[in-house]
């Protein structure tokens, strides 16, 4: 098993996928003559994306620093900024725009702190400068790898706290919206454990993933069920029992239970796919063999007709070289089309998210292409053709949620936006005008964005624009993955 740092994951293809995948639409890269990486991307409300992750380039030693990227909807950097950097271990692994417009990120902090490397969660504005930023850290070396901003405001992070002893404890640390810490967890014990995915889920508590391995012994897949305060609910072990089994990418499903992707038993290892119930129950899993390469599921995400996409890399169809992956499955786990993204040399997928227009974006690192030894690799492809996404099976769940029309539109002072879900759920809106800047505040629901929970049916928010400048704006809502937008003209 590999510590510390996570700069190759990957996954495995199946030559059997029927082939109607899609295409990329253009790509790019970031970074300078040395080491980049892009661990985390998200698209943000004005259709653009940040990236967080790290670089030697920009430093004189050629240490790390956590470096975070802003680009516009066709992945022109529109600013980075990089934090750190007198220090080694300075690494951004998660990142989330927050309902400020902001961004909160976290990774390592090796430049402050109290050991050789601590949590660092660090908030920005809306232009990438931090508001405030906090460390946690005890005996040696922590690291903290997954972020999200929580329905109360506040932030949640997983990672891994260890000890000069060799041990290991999955982490979890509750933030307020002010970056008070507000309670910690530690699970684990003898031997080693690390979570490197958290989401929050529909009753409020958390879903973690990552791996547990005793001493002397192969990791399984774990995942871990906490109540609202971060308590164990239930927890559970996936995996061969002759390999290493490792979980980095969870989300919660639109049946109640949860999907994970990451890395199955093998050397090298085979994508890993485990479908679970509301309970942890495993209900089926697919691990397909990459023929002698190395091959991991790194990120994954539910679509809109209950099917999954996870990215990663492979080296299947390559020279021993691996290259960007993208695998799309059916409800039931069965593989319907794959597509790889790279050139000669090795190419990584570490990170995926599905857009507003049906597509995916994806970050990760290549050596194929840029100007340094890797470079970070943005990949944004095509929507999915209709076909593909609308040939499930009758009775396949239907999408979670629909925007109507704002109504009236245009408008000189309210507008009414009606939404309908068919299941209970958080829902996360924001108001942006069309540059960027955000709108607020506006409207009925907290300040100009935030996230509220809602019972199935159909329900309003009312806009209040009479302040105004005229203009075109984005309202945006998303829930469970999947977001709807609609154009607001302002009037004045």
């Not at 504005?125 to 040696?140: F, H, L, N, P, S």
């Not at 454990?193 to 012994?217: C, F, H, M």
């Not at 935030?450 to 400048?469: E, F, I, K, N, R």
Request: glycine residues 14%.
């Amino acid at each position: 098993m590999k510590r510390i740092l996570i700069f190759a994951t990957g996954l495995v293809l199946c030559s059997s996928a029927t082939l109607a995948q899609p295409p990329a639409l253009w790509t790019r890269t970031f970074g300078g003559v040395d080491y980049d990486c892009g661990f985390g991307v998200q698209q943000t409300a004005d259709g653009g994306y940040i990236i967080v992750g790290t670089s030697s380039s920009f430093n004189p030693y050629w240490l790390y620093t956590l470096y975070l990227i802003k680009t516009d909807p066709l992945g022109v950097e529109q600013w980075h900024r990089l934090y750190g950097g007198t220090s080694n271990f300075d690494h951004g692994y998660g990142v989330e725009q927050t309902s400020d417009g902001g961004y909160i990120v976290t990774g390592i902090a090796g430049s402050t702190g109290a050991g050789m490397g601590d949590v660092w969660v660090l908030k920005t504005d809306a232009e990438g400068i931090a508001q405030w930023t906090r460390t946690w850290g005890q005996d040696y070396f922590e690291a903290g790898y997954s972020v999200q901003e929580t329905a109360d405001g506040g932030y949640i992070v997983a990672g891994y706290h260890s000890n000069y002893a060799g041990e290991f404890d999955a982490l979890l640390l509750k933030y307020s919206a002010s970056g008070d810490l507000l309670w910690t967890q530690l699970y684990g014990g003898i031997g080693q454990q690390e979570a490197y995915d958290v989401k929050q889920t529909l009753d409020g508590g958390y879903i973690l993933t990552g791996y547990t391995e005793p001493y002397g012994g192969y990791s399984d897949v774990w995942l871990i069920k906490t109540d609202a305060d971060g308590h164990m609910d239930w927890n559970h072990t996936y995996g061969h029992p002759n390999g290493d089994d490792v979980g980095y990418c969870v989300q919660q499903t639109q049946d109640g239970g949860y999907i994970i992707t990451g890395s199955y038993a093998g050397y090298p290892p085979d994508v890993y796919l485990i479908k679970v119930d509301a309970s942890g129950a495993e209900e089926w899993n697919h691990h397909a063999y990459g023929g002698g390469g190395e091959d991991v599921g790194h990120s994954v995400v539910q679509t809109p007709n209950g099917g999954y996409v996870v990215a990663g890399y492979t080296s299947y169809f390559t020279a021993g070289n691996e290259d960007v992956c993208l695998l799309r499955y059916d409800a039931a786990g069965t593989l319907e089309w794959y597509e790889t993204f790279g050139g000669a040399l090795r190419d990584y997928g570490l990170s995926l998210q599905r857009t507003t227009d049906g597509g995916y974006i994806i970050t990760g690192r290549t050596q194929s292409y840029g100007a340094g030894y890797y470079d970070v690799y943005l990949i944004k492809t095509e929507p999915e053709p209709v076909s593909s996404v609308e040939h499930a099976a009758a009775g396949a769940t239907p999408s979670v949620l629909e925007l109507a029309a704002p109504r009236p539109n245009p408008l000189r002072s309210t507008t009414t936006l009606t939404f309908t879900l068919s299941r209970a759920c958080p829902v996360r809106w924001d108001v942006f005008a069309l540059d960027g800047r955000v709108a607020g505040p506006i409207g009925a629901a907290p300040v100009q964005g935030g996230t509220c929970w809602y019972a199935p049916g159909q329900h309003q928010v009312v806009l209040d624009g009479s302040s105004l400048p005229a203009g075109v704006y984005l309202a945006r809502l998303s829930a469970l993955g999947q977001s709807e937008a609609q154009r607001i003209i302002v009037l004045q």
